[in-house]
Each structure stands twice: as structure tokens, then as C-alpha cells.
């Protein structure tokens, strides 16, 4: 465990937190110098408005500067909710019998993904339950094949228990984009107690489970802990450790960072606990994070409210989810049987409203999957990221798959939504540093051109 992060240092340094000045520390961040841990500790343990706004604004800059206006858009495809787990706050959790479970047909997640795509969706994340017997590698493999072969869905990521090398290496091989896996609680009595029946060996195989999926090839990898499990601060400091122990071993840190907040689920003996965090205390982990880790993207689910969602896009979330459903067969409607959800949402917007909503508080929606299949991943992300030159491709892309969107997608209202937003980016192309071509492609979408990017 010693070799991943230093447990054992960090209630420490939380509580013996430097009195350096916060000005020096966000001026020092803004500069992109790595924060010490005595200096983290200094933001986390802000409570008082004023510094907290600082917080805020420095988190936004840092934003900006990587990734510029843009948030990127993707939707959960949950394949099963068939699990040998008993968490301990988890709707799928083996001991609740109240919904039915399945583990989805090859061809029932094509149908899903489906209707996600022409939602207007280019990037899913599958969700799966741990079930070794039928949520397999090749099973995964093939579902991401699947989609690729079926739909014009552009990139898949996974959500899934953890794999050896080999395993990682079949996925890879599917061509899946992210892997993504949550510690869950970084710190070791609470994760025993929330996962009943796992040891030592099984906090270590996952905490150990991205090093495996880089070494198998897999480039990008995500991090997050479930806030609410145990204390935050506590949580936030392990995940910034996790992310710059993968930048120190591979040269990227975590390619994204989720923050899920514990949510209530259907039958559960863990719903609430004393670790559960403000709002505040939330949007304050997110400014951290971005703080501190400024190349990762960090995710906000729709576990948080509709309200919430829209202050956060504006200081420091990279990649949101949207219209989401947290079970199997979730996007269709079919009637008669009730599968089971792993946990309720807060925010019920679907992706139309979501992107009007962006749009009017002045943050750029993305549809934007080019990375992947141009190969700016790992490394090359990480380095380009701060270098700053990320947003200069993540802008006009975002408003090329903003354009299909509009074209393609999205309601009459929000086409002209969309559309104000993409003529104030051309008519100023110079002073956003916009390709002189951009117009042009615009132009060849229009003329039904699709899947055009830079
Ligand atoms: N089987 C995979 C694994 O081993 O990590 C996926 C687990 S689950 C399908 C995906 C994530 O949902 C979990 O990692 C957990 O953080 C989150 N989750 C579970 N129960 C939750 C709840 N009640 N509220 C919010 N998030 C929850």
C-alpha cells in the first residue's frame, strides 16, 4: 500500500497544515509549479467565504488556461446489475432482492447505445457490476466492438471491476478508450467496513488495478473515491497522490478524476454517514482537484443537482454526464419488469436541456472524441495539457460536434441556441485564436459532411 501513497502522512499533514499564505499558493499554482502537500492541506482547510472565492477563481483560471471554455458530454451505459458484492451503500449490492437483475445481450447493448447515439451522444461509459462469471473480459471486449461495428458512437470507456495485465490487454485491444475504477475510500478501516468480505489483498489489487491497465496498454485511466464514505479532505489529498504517482511512473497523470457523492439506493444500510459533505465543502474538493492536478479532467455525474452541475461547469469540471440512467436497459422504455437502479440522480435534465443550460452560462459544449483516435493520449495528453495546447484543439472541435449536434440532434430551441454560440466564435475567430478554416467546415457539415475535426 506504502508504495502507492503515504496513508499514514495524511491526517498528518492535514492537521499540522502550514501557515503559508494563500495568495503565494494559488500564485504558485496559477504558474503550474506542483503544490507540496503542507500547501494542499493550506486549501483544504479553507472555510471562510473570501478565501474560498479565490479558491474558486484561481480553480477557474487553471481551468481555462488547459482546457479553455469547453465541458465535454457523455452518457453511462449500464451492461448488468448482477453482482457478488455486498457494499455496503450500492442499490446492487448482492443482498438486495427487491428489482429484477440481468447481465445485457451483446445485442441489447447495441440497442441501448443505440438510442444514445442518436440522442446525439459520441462518447459512452459502460458501467458494469462485478459478476466474474458473465461480466468477463471477452464479454466487455466484444460489447466495445459491438458498438464500434453497429453505431456512430466514437468512444467507449469502461467502468468495471479490476483485471491482471492480460486482461487490460484484451480491452485495449477492443479499442476502449478511458478505463475508470474508484478506489471508493482511500483509507483502509472504512474501506473493510463499506465492503464486506474483502481484505487487504483486494484494497491493494485495486488501488494497484491502473498501474496494471497502463502497463496493459491502456493509456488513459480515471481515479475517484465516493465522498461521503469518509472524510473528505482525507479523500481529495489520496487522489492527488494516486494521480501524481501515475504521472511519476508513466508520464500522465490520471486522465480524469470522478468525485461521485454518496447517493441514497434502494435497500441499503449505508445511505447517510457523518462523512457526508456540504455543497460547499464539494465545489471546494472540485477546485482542489483542479488545482492541484490541473492536467486531469474531473467528472461530475448527475448525482448532483441540476443547480449544482451549473456552478460547478464554471470552475475547474472538465466532463459532465447527462440525461443518464443508472440501470440496465435504462434508456428504453419498456414496461413490465423494473431492473434495478444502482442509485437515484438528482439531475433528471435530458442532454438537450443540459447543453442549453451550458450554453447560457457561457460554457461550451463538447462532443469532441478526437484525442482517442488520433492517439493524443497518456503522455502526449499530459504534455500538451501544460503546454496549454489542448484547448487549441478542443475548441474548434467542440464547435464542429456542437454544429452536428445542432443539425442533427437537438431540439428547434437549442439548434439556435447552439448556433448563436457557433457565430459568435466565427465572427471572432482571431481573437479566440480559431483555425482560419474553421468557417469551411462548418460550411461542409452543414452540406452534410460528418465527424470533421482537427
Ligand atoms: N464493479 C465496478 C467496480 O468494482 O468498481 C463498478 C462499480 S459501480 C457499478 C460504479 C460506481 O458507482 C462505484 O465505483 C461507486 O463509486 C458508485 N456508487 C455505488 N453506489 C453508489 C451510491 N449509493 N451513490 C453514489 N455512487 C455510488
Not at 511512473?249 to 480524469?256: N, Q, R
Not at 457561457?362 to 495539457?385: E, M
Amino acid at each position: 500500500m506504502q508504495n502507492i501513497i503515504n496513508i499514514n502522512n495524511i491526517n498528518k499533514t492535514l492537521k499540522n497544515a502550514s501557515k503559508s499564505s494563500i495568495d503565494s499558493i494559488l500564485s504558485k499554482a496559477l504558474n503550474f509549479k506542483e503544490l507540496k502537500p503542507d500547501e494542499i492541506a493550506v486549501l483544504l482547510n479553507i472555510e471562510d467565504k473570501k478565501n474560498l472565492k479565490k479558491i474558486y477563481a484561481t480553480a477557474k483560471k487553471i481551468k481555462e488556461i488547459i482546457f479553455g471554455k469547453r465541458i465535454v458530454l457523455f452518457a453511462p451505459l449500464y451492461v448488468s446489475n448482477e453482482c457478488i458484492n455486498d457494499c455496503l451503500y450500492c442499490g446492487f449490492r448482492r443482498s438486495n432482492k427487491s428489482a429484477s437483475r440481468i447481465t445485457l445481450p451483446l445485442s441489447k447493448i447495441v440497442e441501448q447505445a443505440k438510442i444514445l447515439e442518436h440522442t446525439g451522444y459520441k462518447r459512452i461509459l459502460l458501467v458494469a457490476s462485478e459478476n466474474p462469471k458473465k461480466v468477463t473480459i471477452s464479454y466487455l471486449a466484444s460489447a466495445v466492438k459491438e458498438i464500434y461495428k453497429n453505431t456512430s458512437i466514437h468512444i467507449v470507456h469502461l467502468n468495471s471491476a479490476p483485471f491482471n495485465i492480460d486482461g487490460f490487454k484484451k480491452l485495449h485491444n477492443s479499442g476502449l478508450g478511458v478505463y475508470q475504477l474508484f478506489q471508493e475510500t482511500y483509507h483502509p478501516e472504512t474501506y473493510f467496513y463499506m465492503h464486506p468480505g474483502e481484505t487487504e489483498k483486494d484494497y491493494y489489487l485495486r488501488i494497484t488495478a491502473m498501474d496494471r491497465a497502463i502497463k496493459g496498454g491502456i493509456k488513459d485511466v480515471g481515479i475517484g473515491a465516493l465522498f461521503g464514505l469518509y472524510d473528505y479532505k482525507f479523500e481529495t489529498m489520496a487522489l492527488i497522490f494516486h494521480s501524481r504517482h501515475l504521472e511519476k511512473k508513466f508520464g500522465s497523470s490520471a486522465h480524469t478524476i470522478s468525485v461521485p457523492r454518496l447517493r441514497p439506493a434502494e435497500n441499503t444500510p449505508v445511505q447517510k454517514t457523518k462523512y457526508n459533505l456540504s455543497d460547499e465543502e464539494f465545489k471546494k474538493v472540485v477546485a482542489v482537484l483542479r488545482i492541484a492536478v490541473p492536467a486531469a479532467g474531473i467528472v461530475i455525474s448527475t448525482r448532483e443537482s441540476a443547480k449544482l452541475r451549473n456552478t460547478i461547469i464554471t470552475l475547474g469540471a472538465s466532463q459532465i454526464s447527462a440525461g443518464s440512467r443508472t440501470s440496465p436497459c435504462g434508456y428504453s422504455s419498456e414496461t413490465g419488469k423494473r431492473w434495478l437502479e444502482q442509485f437515484s440522480i438528482d439531475d433528471n435534465r435530458p442532454l438537450d436541456k443540459v447543453i442549453q443550460d451550458m450554453i447560457h452560462h457561457g460554457v461550451i459544449p463538447s462532443l469532441c472524441t478526437t484525442c482517442y483516435r488520433i492517439g493524443r493520449t497518456g503522455k502526449t495528453f499530459t504534455l500538451k495539457a501544460y503546454e496549454g495546447q489542448i484547448k487549441n484543439f478542443c475548441l474548434p472541435n467542440a464547435l464542429l460536434t456542437l454544429k452536428e449536434y445542432s443539425l442533427d440532434n437537438a431540439s428547434l430551441q437549442t439548434a439556435k441556441i447552439c448556433d448563436k454560440m457557433i457565430n459568435k466564435y466565427i465572427k471572432n475567430i482571431k481573437k479566440y485564436k480559431l483555425p482560419d478554416n474553421l468557417n469551411l467546415k462548418i460550411e461542409q457539415i452543414i452540406n452534410g459532411k460528418r465527424d470533421i475535426y482537427y
